[in-house]
């Protein structure tokens, strides 16, 4: 649906079709990372429960739903609590950087491996997709919360501020890290258009630097622009 916006309509969601990563937390931390590197049946049949005939009425893999002609191919992904069936499937071809956080004491899902609770299906947890994506070359990264329970930063009834914030933290500094290797500075007409706006600037690891009216008061580092409309937001690096 996002690569056809900027095709179709004009991109007015305003996206960088090489900057969209999938995450999700517990069952979405696992929709997340089997979407981004199960892209097979053949692959899908190496896990003994898995009913591929049934998949195949449903359009395999890819499915029947969505945009035509649109890949569902993404740039990056994150887990949160969660895992993958097998970590042999993570692969640099398929997705350029993964990170995870995972608390070590998590009674759900294996922080390393082991078998989900009900269902019995054995899963591989954040140590072990992190391991595997480091061997694999992938960027990647891995924040465990020690000897912490499942979802330590909340469930659906309730947040706890405290672990919520080191995943904020935790995800604002490794994808904007990560995007700053690709990041070059401000065409002349984006600059023209931030330096005619009062902005202000935040760091890739959250901290607020202040509203700044002009890019030459920016100190050396990867930073968050944005306007106090919110109209405009830039990742810029002096």
Known sequence: YLKKSVIVD?????IDTNRIYVGGSSA???TAMHAAFLWSLSELAQVPEADTAYLRTQ?????????LGYSSRFTAAFAL?????RTAWVDQAKLRAVVAMHGT?????????GNLPFIFLEVEGGFNLDS???EKGLYHALFSWQGLGHVPYGTQQSVNPIYMRDVEDFLRYHFYQ????????????????VQSTELEAWSIEGRYLGAINNLS???QGVWILRSKSRTIRRLFRP
């Open 59 to 67: 359009g395999g893999i890819e499915g029947n739903s969505g945009n």
């Open 217 to 219: 008061e920016l100190p």
């Open 81 to 85: 609590s969660g895992g993958i069936l």
């Open 132 to 134: 595997v994506a480091s």
């Open 105 to 113: 004491g998590d009674g759900v899902v294996p922080y390393r491996r």
């Open 28 to 30: 979405g931390a696992f």
């Open 10 to 14: 004009g991109n007015p969601y305003g």
């Open 178 to 193: 990560w995007n700053s290797r690709f990041t070059s500075a401000l065409s002349d007409a984006t600059s023209r258009e």
